[in-house]
């Protein structure tokens, strides 16, 4: 039968698929678009399957903060190559991905839940098979707090969430900042409280053998080992890394001179690789 040009632009538009694509989907449907669509998502799948074991590295990551700046997200949509990655089409999807996952609080319901006529997850099968490359959620992560502040690096390799205990006049550009900051610094925790004890006593026996090879006392290697672990604590917690803008203060410091009384109650980090 014949299959007009109209016909296959409205199924391209429907579904992102190439243009020939789209005609033979029509033309083994019989003209039927409802069962063309479908044959594209078999297609689909039939390429997820195929690149099931490819590495997805690449992609975007975007942040994305409700109306009140009190919710946020951070999503990661990885596919396989940065040629991909930058197109305005892929980038266009990832955008809507992300804003949709903010009504989600976890990735397991956000997977399961109806975009643009099928499961996210469907969705992400459907443009593997429109793109050729595996489409997956690499990252998804929710922050809440009084107020949240969001960041993306440039490139959309990192994007992180950063709640603070109040909302006050600097709110955004303190939250922004230390966004900023966690995207630069990639802190392993908040404060202390939040560094995992396994991690303390591996530092803590890594810091000892410094010490023994250097030739110091068994008997002093305790009280110089703690001092060591608080400059690993501000090198590696958010709030007591010297602030990347003024190496003269914390982060910790910068939020109190900025907003007073204010304080950062945790923050979300999600990066490509």
């Not at 992180?160 to 006049?169: D, I, K, N, Q």
Request: charged share 25%; hydrophobic share 40%; glycine share 8%.
């Amino acid at each position: 039968m014949k299959i007009t040009a109209s016909e296959v632009n409205k199924l391209r538009q429907a579904t992102g698929a190439g243009m020939m694509d789209c005609k033979k989907a029509l033309v083994e449907s019989e003209g039927d678009f409802e069962k063309a669509v479908e044959v594209l998502r078999k297609k689909g799948q039939k390429v997820a399957a195929n690149r099931a074991d490819r590495d997805s590295t690449e992609g975007a990551v975007l942040a994305k903060v409700n109306g009140d700046q009190t919710v946020g997200v951070v999503v990661s949509v990885n596919c396989e190559t940065d040629f991909v990655a930058k197109n305005d089409s892929y980038l266009a999807l990832a955008q809507s991905l992300v804003d949709h996952a903010l009504a989600f609080e976890t990735e397991e319901a956000f997977l399961v839940s109806d975009f643009q006529g099928m499961t996210v997850a469907e969705k992400l099968t459907e443009q593997t098979g429109v793109i050729g490359e595996k489409i997956e959620i690499g990252s998804f992560k929710r922050l809440s707090a009084p107020f949240v502040g969001s960041y993306i690096h440039a490139g959309n390799k990192i994007a992180t969430l950063v709640g603070l205990s109040a909302p006050s006049e600097k709110a955004a550009e303190v939250a922004k900042n230390v966004a900023m900051q966690a995207a630069a610094m990639n802190p392993i925790a908040l404060n202390e409280e939040g560094v995992d004890a396994s991690i303390i006593e591996k530092e803590i026996e890594i810091a000892k053998d410094q010490l023994r090879q250097e030739g110091k006392p068994e008997a002093m290697l305790d009280n110089i080992a703690k001092g060591k672990i608080k400059r690993f604590f501000k090198d590696n917690t958010l709030v007591n890394q010297d602030y990347i803008k003024d190496g003269k203060q914390s982060v910790a410091a910068y939020v109190e001179s900025e907003a007073p009384g204010v304080t950062v109650t945790a923050f979300e980090r999600a990066a490509l690789g």
